[in-house]
C-alpha cells in the first residue's frame, strides 16, 4: 500500500501527511484552501482539486475534517470520494463524528467493495507531531492488519474497538474524560493563584503525584502562559460533546460532568474564543 489521499489538512492533518510522506508513501492531499496545503506540496505531496479526485486511483483515503456535515459532503458530495472510489480501496475517517454516519459511510462502503473503518484519533497537535496519537478503530476486525503499517506512520497506541462507529463511540468515551478533566486543571490552577502559591510550582509536585495527567502536564503550562493556540480547537470540542450528549439521549444517560463543560465551553464560544485551543478554559476563571 503505496498510494494514499489525505483529505483535510489542519492543525493535525497536516503533520499526518508529513509522516506519510516521510514513511515513503507517495500522499495526494486535498482541503478547501490550497493556500494551507503549500508547505506539504513543497515537500512532495500532489495536489487534487476535490475530495473526488483526489480518492481517483488509490489504494488508501484517509480523511480528517471539521464537522459531521463536512464527513458527510466529503463522501457522499456531488465531488465526494463515493463518485472515484474503487473496489478493493480502503476508506479509512479521522475525524471525530458521528457513530451513525461511521456505520452509513461503512455500509455504502460495502456495497461498493470498499473496506471503512472510523478511526478518530486523541492526542493533540503533540502527539500529531511526534507520530504517537491514539487510534480508535471501528469496523471489521479481519481487515485490521492490512492498515496498520499505515497507521503506525503517525500512531502509536492502535486499539480495535468493535464494528462500525465503535471508534466513534471510544472517542466519545475520551473526550468525556478530557471535559471533566479540563475543568479540574483550570480549577486546580485557579486555586494555587488565590492561595498566593506560585501555579508552575504546584505543577511541579502535582504532576508527578496522583493528579498526574496529559492535560495536567501539556496544557496547564499553557494556560499559565496565556498560550490559547489550538491544538484543538474549542469550537471543535463543542461539536464533540454535542455528539456525545445526542448518544446519552439515545441510551438514556444522564452526565452532568459533561453537560456542565458543555456550558461552560458554549459560553467561551459565544465570547469569540472558538478557534482558541481548549486550554482557553481557564479564561473562565479569569
Not at 494551507?36 to 506540496?41: F, G, S, V
Request: proline share 3%; with cysteine.
Amino acid at each position: 500500500m503505496k498510494r494514499i489521499a489525505m483529505i483535510g489538512t489542519g492543525v493535525m492533518g497536516a503533520s499526518i501527511v508529513k509522516h506519510l510522506l516521510n514513511g515513503g508513501y507517495d500522499v495526494t492531499v486535498y482541503t478547501r484552501t490550497k493556500e494551507k496545503a503549500e508547505p506539504l506540496l513543497a515537500l512532495g505531496a500532489a495536489w487534487a482539486n476535490t475530495p473526488a479526485e483526489a480518492a481517483a486511483n488509490q489504494e488508501a483515503i484517509l480523511t480528517m475534517v471539521g464537522y459531521p456535515q463536512d464527513v458527510e459532503d466529503v463522501y457522499f458530495g456531488a465531488q465526494g470520494i463515493f463518485t472515484t472510489a474503487e473496489q478493493g480501496m480502503y476508506v479509512i475517517d479521522l475525524t471525530t463524528s458521528e457513530p451513525m454516519l461511521a456505520k452509513r459511510i461503512y455500509d455504502e462502503a460495502k456495497t461498493r467493495g470498499i473496506q471503512s473503518f472510523d478511526a478518530p484519533v486523541s492526542g493533540g497537535d503533540l502527539g500529531a507531531q511526534q507520530g504517537t496519537l491514539s487510534i480508535m478503530l471501528g469496523g471489521d476486525e479481519n481487515k485490521v492488519e492490512a492498515i496498520m503499517p499505515l497507521l503506525q506512520t503517525f500512531g502509536k497506541n492502535i486499539v480495535y474497538q468493535g464494528a462500525a462507529g465503535a471508534g466513534q463511540h471510544a472517542k466519545m468515551c475520551n473526550q468525556i474524560v478530557v471535559a471533566s478533566s479540563m475543568i479540574g486543571v483550570c480549577e486546580s490552577m485557579a486555586y494555587a493563584k488565590h492561595a498566593g502559591l506560585s501555579p508552575e510550582t504546584v505543577l511541579q509536585s502535582i504532576t508527578a503525584g496522583a493528579a498526574g495527567s496529559w492535560a495536567l502536564s501539556n496544557l496547564a503550562p499553557r494556560m499559565l502562559a496565556a498560550d490559547d493556540a489550538p491544538g484543538f480547537y474549542i469550537k471543535h470540542f463543542v461539536k464533540d460533546m454535542g455528539i456525545a450528549l445526542k448518544e446519552c439521549t439515545h441510551m438514556n444517560l444522564q452526565l452532568p460532568g459533561l453537560q456542565l463543560a458543555n456550558k461552560m465551553y458554549n459560553e467561551l464560544v459565544e465570547q469569540g474564543y472558538g478557534d482558541s485551543g481548549t486550554q482557553a478554559l481557564y479564561y473562565y476563571y479569569k
